[in-house]
C-alpha cells in the first residue's frame, strides 16, 4: 500500500516536472536572475509577478540590515546593502519586463509610455497584467505551451 502510494507520487511530480517550471516562486526568480541580461523573447505573468515579490522581499531584509548592522544613510533608512542589492538586480528587472512586454504582443521600447503621466504607469500595469497572446508572436512561442 505504501509502495503504490509513492509510485503514484513520484510519477505525479515528474508528469508536473515535464510540463514546465513547478514548485515554488522562488524558482521563477531564479529564472529571472539565470536570464541576467536577455532581453529577446518571452516571460508570462507569473515569472514576472514571482520576480516582482521577491524581489521586494529582498529589498526589504537588505534594507534591515542595513539598519540593524547601523550602516544605514542618516535620514534615508537604508545603505550599502541595499544599494548593492538594487545594482545588481537593474539588468535583470529590465530584461524581464522587456520580456513581458513581448509576451503580451508589445516592444521592449513600449516601456517608455511610463514617462507619460499618471496614465502612462497606468497603461504599463495593465499591460503587465493581461494575460499572454496565444500561439508564437513576433517575439517567439508562448512561454505557456
Known amino acids: 500500500m505504501i509502495l503504490n502510494c509513492w509510485a503514484i507520487k513520484a510519477s505525479t511530480s515528474s508528469d508536473t516536472t515535464r510540463r514546465g517550471m513547478k514548485g515554488n516562486g522562488m ?9 541576467y541580461a536577455v532581453f529577446s523573447g518571452r516571460a508570462r505573468r507569473k515569472e514576472y509577478w514571482f520576480f516582482i515579490l521577491f524581489n521586494i522581499i529582498f529589498t526589504i531584509v537588505a534594507m534591515i540590515v ?25 539588468l535583470p528587472s529590465l530584461g524581464v519586463l522587456v ?5 503580451t504582443g508589445k516592444s521592449g521600447w513600449f516601456f517608455f509610455i511610463t514617462f507619460i503621466p499618471i496614465a502612462g504607469a497606468i497603461w504599463l500595469l ?8 496565444p500561439g508564437e508572436n513576433q517575439y517567439g512561442l508562448n512561454p505557456k505551451a
Open 27 to 35: 524558482n521563477w526568480y531564479l529564472e529571472v536572475l539565470k536570464k
Open 66 to 90: 542595513d539598519n540593524v548592522f547601523g550602516m544605514a544613510i542618516e535620514g534615508l533608512g537604508y545603505g550599502p546593502i541595499y544599494i548593492l542589492y538594487g545594482l545588481a538586480i537593474i
Open 99 to 103: 520580456r513581458r512586454l513581448h509576451d
Open 126 to 133: 495593465v499591460l503587465l497584467c493581461r494575460d499572454s497572446m
